[in-house]
């Protein structure tokens, strides 16, 4: 089992950046795929973007595309979401996921393992 727990959210400008962490309690960290999720007011919610336990595939979402980046520190238990160039639609509530093996799965019942989710506002 592996419990997550993320953080680093916060109230920031159109054009700011921003980058979440969650951290990974657990045994065998390397062996999970991990994935960031979000969910707006009144949304459901979505696949943001993906990296494979291995670190040989990421998937990524077209709405983040070239201003988010997803990486993973081993030896910290731990995975970034880089979030550059915000904008207003960006703003919900970030949660991180993670699966044991496998490659990177945008939907959500794949993941067996998610954190409490971390507020991301972007205000205009």
């Known amino acids: 089992q592996v419990q997550l727990v993320e953080s680093g959210g916060g109230l920031v400008q159109v054009g700011g950046s921003l980058r979440l962490s969650c951290a990974a309690s657990g045994r065998s960290f390397s062996t999970y795929t991990m994935a960031w999720f979000r969910q707006a007011p009144g949304k459901e919610r979505e696949f943001v973007t993906g990296?494979?336990?291995?670190?040989?595939?990421?998937h990524i979402a077209d709405s983040v595309k070239g201003r988010f980046t997803i990486s993973r520190d081993n030896a910290k238990n731990t995975v970034f979401l880089q979030m550059n160039n915000l904008k207003p639609e960006d703003t919900a509530v970030y949660y991180c996921?993670?699966?044991?093996?496998?490659?990177?799965?945008?939907?959500?019942?794949?993941?067996?393992?998610w954190g409490q989710g971390t507020q991301v506002t972007v205000s205009s």
């Open positions: 990296l494979s336990w291995n670190g040989g595939t990421t």
């Open positions: 996921a993670a699966k044991q093996w496998g490659g990177v799965v945008r939907t959500e019942v794949a993941y067996a393992y």
